[in-house]
């Protein structure tokens, strides 16, 4: 399970470090009105993204380690864009839906779309990173990168492998154990 979760940890650190390149790279030639109105067009309540005169992070230290250094890569990444400073925390999950954007489960949907409709609500409900960054002529770009849901390791769907394998190790130790005491019978 650790492993799934650092795993799953680089991914998101990655995901963010993707978005803010993109995002930096269609707004960095544009002026702050023109920011503006392109960072109101792509927001949505999963991917927040705001352009404004102050940091959404407003704390230049970082969480941790894995934070600072994606920091440092970020403005790295993004200098020759003049992003000049980069600020990265994790937050806590804030909305509480089963659907997103309180649609019912149709029982018209596909798979499908169903499986979608699971999927965007369990990320409405996990943590998120938020990241600000700092143009050259003082403006923030700020967003959020929702983090990966750690699915369950035991699942309906995993049940029947997982008591598959338990019978087999249960039916090995019998055979294995009525062979090494069949000379003592």
């Known amino acids: 399970a650790r492993d799934r ?3 799953n940890g680089v991914v998101d650190l990655y995901r963010l470090n993707d978005r803010a390149y993109s995002l930096v790279q269609l707004m960095h030639d544009a002026t702050p009105e023109e920011r503006k109105a ?3 067009g792509l927001f949505n309540s999963t991917y927040a993204l705001t352009v404004s005169d102050t940091p959404a992070v407003t704390s230049s230290i970082a969480g ?3 934070l600072a250094e994606l920091e440092d890569i970020l403005v790295g990444r993004l200098s020759k864009f003049g992003v000049t400073d980069a600020r990265v925390r994790r937050d806590p999950a804030t909305q509480e839906a089963d659907v997103p954007d309180g649609q019912a489960v149709n029982r018209d ?3 499908v779309e169903r499986d ?3 999927l965007a609500a369990d990320f409405a409900q996990s ?3 938020t990241a600000s960054l700092r143009f050259s002529d003082g403006q923030w770009l700020n967003f959020t990168e929702p983090i990966t849901p750690a699915g369950p390791i035991l699942s309906l769907d995993s049940l029947p492998l997982y008591s598959l394998i338990a019978g087999l190790i249960v039916i090995m130790s019998i055979w294995s154990l ?3 005491t069949a000379p003592y019978r």
Request: proline fraction near 0%.
């Open 5 to 7: 979760a650092a795993a």
């Open 38 to 40: 392109t960072a109101s």
């Open 64 to 66: 941790d380690d894995e």
């Open 109 to 111: 949907v596909g798979q």
């Open 116 to 118: 979608l409709l699971v």
């Open 127 to 129: 943590d998120k990173l």
């Open 178 to 180: 009525r062979r090494l």
